[in-house]
């Protein structure tokens, strides 16, 4: 997950969220990320507590993450900068995982456009 000032901020909201047919609860939002606003979706079990996914949407050209400008390049070269800097990413049919760290990244027109990250618990959800 984020650092803890991020994480602390997604735990202090309130759940009056939709339910979905596999069990999840999501809240939808906006959150400030270095004076920029970003949408955001957070979800979880409705068995647990604990918050278990992260999600930043509407990445724009100018987005960075560990350095590289995500809509700037490639799947593939986003993959092989990833890997600089941390495991080796698995491409699947519409995201990049990014397994060790718990992190994905949704995939539009060859470029990414979301940062996820998931908690231990929701792992067993990504196989």
């Known amino acids: 997950m984020p650092g803890d000032d991020y994480v602390e901020s ?3 909201l309130s759940f ?3 339910y979905n047919d596999s ?7 906006k959150y400030k990320v270095s004076e920029r606003s970003y949408a955001f979706t957070i979800a979880k079990d409705a068995n647990v507590e604990e918050v278990q ?7 724009e050209d100018a987005d960075t993450f560990e350095g590289i400008y995500m809509n700037e390049i490639s799947v593939r070269d986003f993959m092989h ?11 699947r049919r519409d995201s990049v995982l990014w397994l060790k760290e718990r992190m994905s990244f949704y995939i ?3 470029t990414a456009r979301t ?8 792992e067993r959800f990504l196989s």
Do not use: H, T, Y
């Open 10 to 12: 997604f735990l202090k």
């Open 16 to 18: 009056p969220i939709e």
């Open 23 to 29: 069990g999840w609860e999501q809240a939808r939002g």
């Open 53 to 59: 996914l992260v999600e930043l949407l509407g990445i």
């Open 81 to 91: 900068e990833l890997s600089k800097v941390g495991s080796n990413p698995v491409l």
């Open 108 to 110: 539009f027109e060859d």
């Open 115 to 122: 940062i996820g990250w998931w908690s231990k618990d929701a």
